[in-house]
């Protein structure tokens, strides 16, 4: 009789992690090819671990659930679990009492929430977040009217015009909530300008609340990190051409041409 | 934010409820799924079918809009298709929603330097190496878009696994990046015009199909004034008969027979003349004693220029630019029909001056001529967009060179620095008007001479088809090794 050691074994499942790994980086390319092949693959393969890690933290080890919490990764953002733009995903992610038991239940319920959110918030075919998308584009190019005492109560209204069924699915508490995180946020790193408090809002409610340091878009901490010590308002300019750019590639990727 | 498509229910998929490390069976043998077919999908009219992806030639430059009436799956870079599969063994549960993984293989010959939109992927050029689709429930996948490259001989298959590490299952045959074109031929009636067998041969070297069009004749009692001339008009030691010439003085009468044709979206029109002169202006004032009614031949600086010369009627407008006569105190001007061009003359810059009517007898009283006749210009060929003038005189070989020469520029060659098709760099052998020529040319195997017109040294020999000069005993009839990737590499969906 042929014996595998426990060495061997945790090899082999070793193995098989990676193989899924691999399998995954295929899966998700297919999933949003546009937003995937702006990354190294080497960050692809960040990205998809840094999810299974949080998928496991979460009780999520089967790949049925780990495949759903990468695409979720991918749609909202690889903080989605702690944003309280995604209220639903936390609660269903802790309920894990009996995990064995209950990860696929779980992972069905979390799945019709995000299609509930989806059909919701982002519309048919994406038609919300498209049109949100245009009118966060002409925003970002508009002079700012609205100092940083005023910016919870200005950034609501705006938010509002320009995305009006993500701020009725949020609510204004969690909508300020939200806007709050950006604005500590900016100050953290330091782009404590209107304008950079604006963009860090945006850019948390456009990718998510972690979109700062999240392996999908390695192009937010790329560009806060560069000259820290340099005035907030000139690295509010830099982060502010970055983010066009990328607005205009995620309007491209919804087939969409945006003239300057 | 970007383009995604719906999130999977966590329970489809092979082991969905199974642990992602199993190291035993991922999922069991039940489970298990094969590909049991591979199809091509055509998209025409709204309607969709399928048909076996056996592969083929491949045509990108062509888009199939613009042929609505007929279904051209092999024209555009995007191959579309889908797979079926079916449970491994007997199974009864739903076949929706399992994955398909798509890969392509190239082939060995392939360019391996394409960056960018240029290059293969799936859903977009340049896009991912690989792909996934869902299969819904009678087994058959969303379809897959495969865009080619667009370099002009690259092959392809594509194939559809169960395999997540993308190996085995089912392959497409081969697919050939091709291009094609058309091209129609406007000649006289009387001209006869071979078929350009060299220049289809030269395209097909790099990957272009070169294919004729209808014909379009034209009578010389149809044409525009200016066309017909004869032959020792426009040519030394020239036949009387009748010969064509075509140029700036009546090109349009002739672009004007161009057909559209919507099943040849990308077409070139051969112009085909005997002679190509264009007006170029009035020669220096001549000013010359005659002793005698009918001159000698009288012999006009045109420019210096080696390429020109008077005919009668002028090219457009009237021949004599500024004339007049005087002597015996009287002076008369002097008109078109004053000047004589007569067959045989030493030169085609040369004629004689019958003078009028009312002029005192030279032979008693010396009479002053001043004289400047317009004149034109002869040339090879041009081309403007689609449009090609193209000059035949019985030469094939000069005649192949410039029908590929002109096609060439057409579709963007030789292309200047900077105009290149990403990611090829600067041409090494492109040179402008400084070396000869007027464009964008190839110095492949010329030499520079000293020209008293080029200060920069003008090109000699060059064998490369985008050489300035036609170059019949050194052509090659083929667009140089340096030209051929560039060729390749270039998108002919359009002449510009």
């Known amino acids: 009789m042929l014996v595998i050691g426990k060495g061997q074994l945790d090899q082999l499942r070793q193995a098989t992690k990676l193989r899924y790994e691999d399998e995954m980086i295929v899966h998700l390319a297919g999933f949003s090819p546009r937003l995937f092949k702006t990354l190294e693959e080497v960050q692809q393969r960040g990205v998809v671990r840094f999810g299974m890690d949080r998928a496991e933290a979460h009780g999520f080890t089967f790949r049925g659930p780990v495949r759903l919490y990468l695409e979720l990764t991918l749609l909202f953002g690889s903080h989605f679990d702690t944003d309280p733009q995604y209220p639903w995903a936390g609660q269903v992610l802790a309920e894990q009492e009996e995990p064995e038991l209950l990860q696929m239940d779980r992972a069905e319920l979390l799945y019709q929430k995000a299609m509930e959110y989806q059909e919701q918030v982002s519309g048919p075919d994406d038609v919300h977040a498209i049109e949100a998308l245009h009118n966060i584009r002409k925003f970002t190019q508009l002079p700012l009217t609205m100092s940083l005492d005023t910016f919870l109560q200005d950034m609501v209204l705006e938010v509002v015009r320009m995305y009006p069924k993500k701020a009725i699915y949020l609510g204004r508490e969690r909508l300020e909530m939200v806007l709050r995180q950006g604005m500590d946020k900016a100050k953290d790193l330091h782009v404590l300008t209107v304008r950079g408090a604006v963009l860090v809002s945006l850019l948390m409610l456009t990718f998510g609340h972690g979109c700062t340091e999240d392996p999908l878009y390695p192009w937010i901490a790329a560009t806060l990190s560069k000259n820290p010590q340099a005035d907030p308002e000139v690295r509010g300019n830099h982060l502010e051409k970055k983010v066009m750019i990328w607005l205009d590639h995620v309007l491209a990727s919804f087939g969409v041409k945006e003239s300057a | ?496």
């Open chain 2, 1 to 496: 934010m970007t383009q995604k498509k719906k999130p999977s229910s966590p329970a489809t998929g092979i082991g969905a409820d199974t642990p992602c490390n199993n190291t035993e069976t991922t999922y069991s043998l039940q489970d298990k799924i094969k590909i049991v077919e591979l199809v091509e999908v055509v998209v025409h009219a709204g309607k969709e079918t399928t048909q076996a992806a056996g592969g083929r030639k491949q045509y990108i430059n062509l888009d199939a809009s613009s042929d609505p009436g007929t279904p051209h799956p092999e024209f555009g870079r995007i191959i579309r298709l889908k797979a079926r599969v079916e449970w491994a063994t007997a199974n009864v549960k739903s076949l929706s929603g399992q994955t398909v993984y798509w890969y392509s293989e190239p082939g060995g010959s392939n360019c391996a330097k394409l960056t960018g939109g240029v290059k293969e992927g799936f859903g977009s050029g340049g896009g991912a190496k690989t792909s996934t689709a869902s299969t819904d429930e009678k087994g058959w996948t969303s379809t897959v878009q495969f865009y080619l490259s667009r370099y002009g001989g690259d092959t392809f298959m594509v194939a559809a696994t169960e395999d997540a590490a993308c190996k085995g299952g089912l392959k497409t045959g081969t697919y050939e990046v091709w291009r094609k074109f058309w091209y129609q031929v406007t000649r006289a009636s009387s001209h006869t015009v071979p078929a350009p067998e060299k220049s289809v041969a030269a395209y097909k070297k790099v990957y272009a199909e070169m294919l004729a069009a209808a014909e379009v004749e034209f009578a010389q009692k149809d044409a525009p004034a200016g066309t017909f001339y004869p032959g020792w008009m426009v040519a030394q030691g020239g036949p009387d008969a009748s010969e064509s010439v075509i140029g700036g003085h009546n090109w349009e009468s002739f672009c004007k027979k161009f057909k559209e044709e919507k099943d040849k979206p990308v077409k070139g029109h051969l112009i085909i003349c005997q002679h190509q002169w264009d007006p170029a202006g009035a020669s220096a004032l001549l000013t010359v004693v005659l002793n005698k009614k009918k001159s000698d031949e009288l012999t006009f600086n045109l420019g210096g220029a080696w390429n020109a010369g008077i005919v009668k009627p002028a090219l457009s407008g009237k021949l004599v630019s500024a004339g007049v006569w005087s002597g015996d105190g009287k002076t008369g001007a002097l008109s078109d029909a004053d000047i004589l061009i007569e067959k045989g003359r030493s030169a085609l810059n040369v004629v004689k001056v019958l003078l009028p009517a009312g002029t005192p007898d030279p032979t008693k009283t010396p009479v002053t001529v001043k004289l400047k006749l317009n004149y034109g210009k002869f040339y090879a060929g041009e081309s403007n967009k689609h449009h090609m003038l193209i000059v035949y005189n019985g030469a094939e070989k000069n005649f192949n060179q410039m029908v590929a020469h002109e096609f060439g520029h057409g579709f963007g060659q030789t292309p200047r620095k900077g105009a290149q098709p990403s990611p090829l760099p600067q041409h090494p052998k492109q040179y402008d008007n400084e070396h000869g020529g007027v464009g964008s040319h190839c110095s492949t195997d010329a030499t520079l001479v000293t020209d008293p017109n080029y200060p920069k040294k003008r090109y000699q020999n060059g064998t490369c088809i985008m050489f300035h000069q036609v170059n019949p005993s050194g052509c090659k009839q083929e667009f140089c090794a340096t030209c051929e990737p560039y060729l390749r590499l270039q998108d002919f969906s359009s002449l510009a």
